[in-house]
């Protein structure tokens, strides 16, 4: 994946994102929590128009509890990729384990998203616990895409590991700062030959169209979605967001000057 240093006058390739062999159309991925009840949960995730719905094994049902209503019956997996993750960890040992439950409600499920966090006021992750929990995972067969810090050495040696998808965090979980350090992002996307997806931070749409114009591969959000005034239409927001990030850095912005340029040259003038 090639970045042109100034992000300027430059035309990308456009490949399918590919996570695990599969191919998705949709490069916003969303998670299920928060929400006011399981209905604005699917009317939120259709208007989003995600494929990847990532669920939190520790606080949301999907079987576990029999007796509850669960999470699948609004976004089945005939429908959606069901994307277990292990929020609320905070070592790789429970974050293994978690996932192994994951694996065994799901029926044989490989894909999993591994978050091991550093502390409950930050929600930054611990990277020594992450490197090790995915090296676990990775060996159990699964298919790690991982929440990391936006350090490009972190990345690259998750990458090596095995895992299918980095995630950087734009900022905070649940911050709504936006991207913070643009400039580890864009050396994690020079260097990666798997998918970059931002994940933690967003706060609204231009968030998430300056993930994409800086070539992330897609965008994993929720309480952008779930804690806005108005979910479902923050959710089309958010899919138009990705969609024209996307066409942007595909097309290539204009170069940046330090002088006007008019629209109407005046050479030539009558």
Not at 114 to 123: A, F, Y
Not at 157 to 180: K, N, Q, T, Y
């Amino acid at each position: 994946m090639e970045w042109n240093k100034d992000m300027t006058n430059t035309m990308h390739e456009d490949r399918p994102l590919i996570i695990a062999g599969k191919q998705y159309q949709s490069r916003l991925l969303v998670g299920s929590g928060k929400y006011r009840d399981l209905e604005q949960t699917r009317e939120a995730t259709e208007a989003a128009g995600a494929e990847i719905i990532t669920v939190a094994i520790r606080r949301v049902n999907i079987g576990q509890n029999p007796n509850e209503p669960s999470l699948l019956d609004v976004v089945p997996p005939s429908r959606y990729t069901i994307l277990p993750n292990t929020a609320g960890c905070y070592t790789a040992k429970d974050a293994v384990y978690t996932l192994q439950l994951a694996r065994e409600l799901l029926g044989g499920h490989k894909l999993v998203k591994l978050e091991v966090l550093g502390d409950e006021k930050t929600l930054f992750p611990n990277m020594p616990e992450t490197l090790r929990a995915a090296e676990t995972l990775v060996r159990d067969g699964f298919d790690v895409m991982v929440y990391c810090s936006d350090d490009p050495i972190q990345a690259r040696m998750l990458e090596e590991i095995g895992c299918v998808a980095v995630m950087p965090l734009a900022s905070l979980i649940g911050s709504g700062m936006g991207i913070l350090n643009p400039w580890n992002l864009s050396l994690i996307i020079e260097q990666a030959r798997v998918p970059v997806l931002v994940d933690a931070g967003v706060g609204t749409a231009s968030d998430a169209a300056v993930a994409m114009e800086l070539g992330c591969d897609g965008v994993l959000m929720n309480s952008a979605i779930a804690l806005a005034r108005d979910p479902v239409r923050m959710a089309r927001a958010m899919r138009l967001a990705v969609e024209g990030g996307r066409e942007a850095w595909l097309a290539g912005r204009m170069p940046r000057r330090f002088a006007a340029s008019p629209s109407s040259p005046m050479a030539g003038r009558v």
